[in-house]
């Protein structure tokens, strides 16, 4: 620890006495300086042993002592030293008084001990310290590098906090928490998403510094959370949590565990990437009905996916203003809920598309699920992307299952959605799938003569053409619906014919019609 007050008093060479603020003595002592200067507080930085003869100031004055020893207690001053048969053959009662009223230590320096020795005591107590505190920073980078290689992430957490006498917490790339120590440390970890996201946003490396009132003992936790990663996208986070700032010892052993946690990052990253250019391999290789080269390809690192229903999963930029990265954010998150719940997930980059293979009914699909309902908050919130997603299917059908969801994702941009599921196609009628503005305007298109008509109130041609579609061109059954006579509707029909020039003979004529009515119901 750095020097104190107390550890000067005790120095066996410097005979100092300690004349007021004997309950301060453990004050650190950042430097020892001399000045005489009546207010010397503009050159102090505080924690600073003042060292003084009273050449220039009227140490017997009690208003000015009271205003001096003020100054000097505003400025952060760790102690005065008064020196004794220079000016003042002993220190001043005004000077003692005005001390003991501000609790500012006071020592009284004898003749014989220059304050150059109290300098070279401070000087060679701040230096032992430093030497100290880099050695057990050292010590703790070895400590720390042996647990992540031996044992991972998880032992170097351990380790660290330890090291640091607190708690230690690493977020992966989506910010959820992956594991903390000491294991109650997850669940304060988890407190601090929201401030891991606004670390993420910034390029790595970055710090900040945060409180955790959730003790519930009333006492609050000094978070320093600190972004792991070498760029734009930071692959994850760590906290270290302690009951005051870090000394430094503490901040050689948390540099030395962010070092180690962004190379285990960056190469986890270049495995990822190895891991793309197999799976893109294997998804070509299911594209082109090839399963069984794809499974002997995949073997133990996708087999496990291959052997089980799956879904197949593609996504897009929701717009060419979506944000770079979009896609890749939803990759970290997709494979981090895989990796949490221990299920295999392929995930390929394809173009400007992502493509992931994910097992039916997991945590991967789950969470996808929840980007579809727009969620913003937690580790599933990723913006900016549109998903097509497939029926259950198995290695011999992936082909179908890419253009299922290529057909959802296609409908999901129709209806602004996020993510559209191939069973809403599949169920349910056609209709919505046809609502989009350009089926809306060739809609509005053929009919449009048939409302000008009836608004004009010549007729009811549109009423009476739905009702003739809807009883499949049987005219009494129409008629009666409508509480006419079928030669009326007959007439009616022939008109509907005239102003459109279409024939109602015509079967697709009658789809189109019939689409068109439904599309614009009025």
Do not use: C
Not at 74 to 103: I, K, M, T
Not at 217 to 237: I, K, N
Not at 444 to 471: N, P, Q
């Amino acid at each position: 620890m750095p020097p104190t007050l107390a550890s000067l008093v005790q120095h066996s060479a410097l005979h100092l006495t300690v004349r007021a603020g004997e309950d301060r003595l453990r004050t650190p002592v950042r430097w020892a300086h001399a000045s005489e200067l009546a207010d010397p507080v503009p050159y102090m930085e505080g924690g600073e042993l003042l060292l003084v003869t009273a050449t220039t100031l009227d140490a017997e004055d009690p208003e000015a002592m009271t205003a001096y020893v003020r100054r000097l207690v505003g400025a952060g001053v760790a102690g005065l030293g008064f020196a004794v048969g220079v000016n003042y053959d002993s220190v001043p009662e005004a000077l003692v008084a005005a001390a003991r009223a501000e609790g500012l230590p006071l020592l009284e320096v004898p003749r014989r001990t220059p304050f150059l020795a109290i300098s070279k005591a401070v000087s060679a107590a701040i230096a032992a310290d430093q030497y100290r505190a880099v050695t057990a920073g050292f010590e703790a980078q070895r400590e720390l590098t042996r647990a992540a290689l031996a044992d991972g992430p998880a032992a170097l957490l351990t380790r660290l906090a330890a090291h640091v006498d607190g708690w230690a917490a690493l977020y992966d790339a989506t910010g959820a928490v992956v594991a903390a120590a000491p294991e109650w440390a997850a669940r304060r970890a988890a407190r601090l998403t929201a401030d891991v996201e606004r670390l993420r946003e910034r390029p790595a490396p970055a710090s900040v510094v945060v409180g955790d009132p959730g003790h519930g003992d009333g006492a609050e936790d000094r978070v320093e959370l600190q972004s792991l990663g070498t760029g734009r996208r930071t692959g994850g986070a760590l906290a270290v949590g302690t009951g005051a700032a870090l000394g430094t010892a503490e901040r050689y052993a948390v540099h030395s565990a962010v070092a180690l946690l962004t190379l285990t990052t960056e190469r986890s990253r270049a495995l990822q990437e190895a891991e793309q250019r197999l799976g893109a391999a294997v998804l070509r290789m299911l594209l082109s009905g090839q399963p069984d080269h794809a499974r002997s390809v995949a073997g133990e690192l996708y087999g496990g996916l291959l052997d089980a229903p799956f879904r197949l999963l593609i996504a897009e930029p929701e717009s060419d203003t979506t944000e770079p990265g979009a896609l890749e954010a939803l990759s970290d998150t997709l494979e981090a809920a895989g990796a949490r719940a221990g299920e295999a997930v392929l995930a390929v980059p394809d173009g400007e598309r992502l493509a992931v293979l994910a097992v039916d009914g997991g945590a991967v699909v789950a969470s996808a699920a929840r980007l579809g309902e727009r969620a913003v908050d937690g580790p599933d919130a990723v913006g900016g992307v549109v998903i097509g997603l497939s029926a259950p299917t198995g290695p011999i059908a992936v082909g179908g299952a890419y253009k299922q969801a290529e057909a959802a994702l296609s409908v999901a941009r129709r209806r602004g959605r996020a993510l559209v599921e191939h069973e809403e196609l599949a169920a349910g009628s056609i209709l919505p799938l046809l609502a989009d503005d350009a089926v809306r305007a060739f809609a509005d298109g053929m009919l449009r003569a048939l409302y000008e008509h009836d608004t004009k109130g010549r007729g009811d041609l549109v009423a009476s053409l739905r009702a003739w579609l809807s009883r499949h061109g049987q005219w009494d059954a129409a008629a009666a619906d409508l509480g006419v006579h079928r030669h009326t509707l007959r007439y009616r029909m022939r008109r509907v014919e005239e102003i459109l020039g279409r024939s109602l003979d015509d079967p697709d004529v009658r789809m189109e019609l019939w689409l068109s009515l439904k599309t614009t119901e009025r």
